[in-house]
């Protein structure tokens, strides 16, 4: 007998194609001690951008990584913010400091590309920045790093 789709039935794996692209930062394993021992889980963080003034980030814990990295994905989304954008760079210059991190983004000339290293390079390529100089100090923890960066984007503003 020949196997026959069912129109009629929706299919897990045809989901349209997103306008966003998704890049984990990173998984980690966390453990919680309790009184029978310890029970790990899954941390993953998720960076969400369409490469033309949105990003988002996002964090999600689950037992497995494929979950984790789900809710992660459904976390960033809902947490996009707009980025304010001049010729590919940011407006102004601007240092935040978030927990252990310090962080300097400095505009930068056309063609300058992107002098920023770790997980702030991958959020500001999804967030469409092209031309920009990073420095940053502290900590070199990727979640913490992503949170400052997205403190010093909110802190941006638009020339008038």
Do not use: C, W
């Not at 092209?130 to 020339?159: E, W």
């Amino acid at each position: 007998m020949a196997k026959t789709s069912r129109p009629d039935r929706q299919r897990r794996d045809r989901r349209e194609p997103s306008e966003f692209a998704e890049t984990t930062l990173s998984v980690d394993r966390v453990t919680r001690v309790v009184k029978g021992g310890r029970r790990m889980r899954f941390r993953a963080v998720v960076v969400v951008g369409n490469r033309k003034g949105k990003v988002g980030i996002g964090t999600g814990k689950a037992n497995e990584v494929q979950a984790a990295v789900q809710k992660a994905t459904k976390h960033a989304r809902r947490a996009m913010m707009t980025v304010p954008l001049v010729g590919g760079t940011i407006p102004h210059e601007t240092e935040v400091k978030f927990k252990a991190a310090k962080l300097r983004l400095l505009p930068a000339a056309p063609g300058t590309g992107m002098i920023v290293g770790g997980s702030p390079r991958i959020i500001l390529e999804h967030a469409g920045v092209k031309d920009i100089l990073s420095k940053r100090y502290g900590t070199t923890n990727a979640l913490v790093n992503a949170q400052a960066l997205m403190k010093a984007l909110k802190t941006l503003r638009q020339p008038k």
